[in-house]
């Protein structure tokens, strides 16, 4: 009996121990998570993103159109055979790193340009005096329909010179500097309005190209080079962006083709141009918008007619190694990883040294706060990690063995203890699902937040004022499930789980979660009395006998 006593005093010795030297460890651990906080994430708005991301692929296309005009009544060239010249701005995006720009097929389309060619050529016309009558009119002089336009080489058509220049320094090509650019392949506005160009040159900063379908109320900024802001301001090659959201989804030549309807404000100049959703990701091609209409009813053509042109030309969207680098980069800026964004930046900058921005973001995630150094230990080896294995190993050490010295007490033989109260029944709890082990505690599911509205959107589809930029909005996502407490050496079960069955004193425990108590086998019915011993021989003695029956010893 006192044997058993000691048993059961040493196993609660042992499991008092581990409990000891595991609270100190648990407050150890919460300690070095408030010393260690994440990264704090750079205070930005979406439209400030998508500038950086977008601006170093958008480009100002001048288009000079250069045409003869034929008169086939009176058999001559006007403007004593000369050319006429015609020049229209437009914007485009690269798509591809080898010199792959997209922008709108009524961009590079002459059937677009004819019709201004021979305007053109009646008001010199009406100015030269080239007709004898001096009643006729502009209309006059257009509605005879006597003209025709030629280029160096061809009839009904003119020769087209295409100047890119970029709004951001990249990839070598300064802002200050033009490349010519070659049609590789449009279609009409009729088919599609979108169409593909390529300069010469490599390593460029390509957009990509969303795939996902898109929804009446998805946030959208359109980019371009508005030509009613280059009249009256400055000459730069700096792009407006302008924000919005898609209003509608609609068709065109009799249903062929999808158009998204846009609010945002998108004007001459700007035809070519991406508009991206918030991640920087092309979603359509500007194209046109309703003339006279005050308020801002623009259209987008859809991406994928841009990449059915693309395909059928061989072209993929990609994005270079650097340019990926660099998206990569402002990511890890914006969520303050001061690690990642020069690590990634520098790189870019080492690539492209004339990408201002690349070098711009650089010095900005070079002034991130550094990240804290683990907190080490004299053998070079982390602190938690090792505090936190020895509170395991006396746990489970503990734990193991105070139920070898009671099983091992208790198996001897029968023990003289009163009878248990009878437990009443109780309803079993659901097991609990698996997480992060096959004996891990229940975990509760964690929260999920509603997804937050779209800017300038309140429940139902509305219009954004056009100039407006959206204010700051935290990205929802999910609630972070709760920590999971450092186990102690009493796991409490959760609540309408069956009265637990008497245990050792301490549960062994794994880094994962409690192990699985080990069977306990059943108990047979009590004795009452306590078991003797022959002092002489140690055989066990029958009871009511007063000699051994093995060495023929008096027993006490």
Same mark, same amino acid.
């Given at each position: 009996?006192?044997?058993? &006593? @000691? ?97 709108? @097929? ?12 021979? /305007? ?13 009558? %001096? ?48 049609? $590789? ?36 900024? *359109? $980019? ?6 280059? #009249? ?14 898609? *209003? ?34 092309? $979603?359509?091609?500007? *194209? ?81 706060? /550094? ?35 009671? &099983?091992?007490?208790?198996? #001897? ?11 009443? =029944? ?36 509305? %219009? ?53 108590? =080990?069977?306990?086998?059943?108990? /047979? ?13 140690? /055989? ?12 023929? *010893?008096?027993?006490?």
């Amino acid at each position: 009996m006192n044997g058993l &006593r @000691g048993a059961r005093k040493a196993a609660a010795a042992l499991a008092a121990s581990a409990v000891a030297v595991l609270l100190p460890l648990g407050g150890t651990t919460a300690l070095a998570a408030d010393e260690s906080p994440g990264p704090a994430a750079v205070d930005v708005t979406p439209l400030e993103k998508v500038n950086a991301l977008v601006q170093p692929s958008v480009v100002f296309l001048l288009q000079t159109w250069d045409g003869y005009v034929y008169d086939t009544f009176n058999k001559q060239y006007l403007n004593d055979g000369n050319p006429f010249e015609l020049q229209f701005q437009c914007t485009g995006f690269v798509v591809n790193p080898n010199g792959y720009i997209a922008t709108a @097929g009524h961009c590079v389309d002459f059937k677009e340009v004819e019709g201004s060619f021979v /305007e053109t050529a009646a008001q010199w016309a009406l100015a030269n005096g080239y007709y004898s009558s %001096t009643t006729l009119t502009l209309d006059d002089i257009v509605g005879f329909d006597d003209y025709r336009i030629e280029s160096s080489e061809r009839k009904n058509t003119a020769d087209l010179d295409i100047q890119v220049g970029w709004g951001a320094s990249v990839s070598g090509i300064e802002t200050s500097e033009v490349k010519r650019a070659r049609v $590789i392949d449009f279609d009409r506005q009729s088919k599609g309005d979108v169409a593909l160009i390529k300069v010469e040159a490599t390593d460029l900063n390509a957009l990509p190209m969303a795939t996902d379908e898109v929804d009446v109320g998805t946030d959208v900024v *359109s $980019i371009g080079y508005p030509a009613s802001v280059d #009249s009256v301001t400055d000459p730069n090659l700096t792009p407006s962006f302008k924000d919005g959201s898609i *209003s509608s989804v609609k068709t065109v030549q009799g249903g062929v083709l999808p158009v998204y309807e846009i609010s945002a404000a998108v004007s001459g100049g700007m035809s070519g141009g991406p508009s991206v959703n918030l991640d920087g990701e092309v $979603i359509g091609v500007n *194209s046109f918008g309703i003339l006279g209409e005050p308020q801002a009813f623009n259209f987008l053509r859809p991406s994928s007619q841009l990449a059915e042109l693309m395909a059928g030309a061989g072209v993929t969207n990609e994005l270079s190694e650097t340019t990926q680098a660099y998206r990569d980069g402002l990511l890890a800026y914006w969520a303050g990883d001061r690690t990642t964004a020069v690590d990634k930046l520098g790189s870019v900058v080492d690539e492209q040294p004339t990408n201002k921005l690349a070098a711009e973001f650089l010095e900005k995630a070079q002034d991130l706060p /550094e990240p804290p150094p683990a907190e080490e230990s004299d053998s070079g080896l982390p602190v938690v990690p090792i505090v936190i294995g020895v509170a395991v190993l006396v746990l489970v050490g503990g734990g193991l063995l105070a139920f070898l010295l009671l &099983r091992r007490k208790g198996g #001897s033989s029968p023990a003289a203890t009163p009878p248990a109260a009878p437990v009443a =029944p109780a309803t079993p709890a659901a097991p609990a699902a698996p997480l992060g082990g096959p004996y891990a505690a229940p975990y509760a599911d964690p929260v999920s937040s509603a997804p937050a509205a779209p800017l300038g959107f309140s429940g139902g589809v509305t %219009t954004a004022p056009p100039p407006t930029i959206p204010p700051t909005i935290p990205p929802t996502s999910p609630a972070a499930p709760p920590p999971t407490p450092v186990p102690t050496a009493s796991v409490t079960p959760p609540p309408a789980a069956p009265a637990p069955a008497p245990a050792p004193a301490s549960t062994p425990v794994s880094a994962s979660g409690p192990l699985p108590t =080990p069977p306990v086998a059943s108990e /047979e019915p009590a004795e009452k009395h306590e078991p003797h011993f022959c002092g002489n021989c140690g /055989e066990p003695a029958e009871h009511g006998k007063k000699f051994c029956s093995n060495c023929g *010893s008096p027993l006490a």
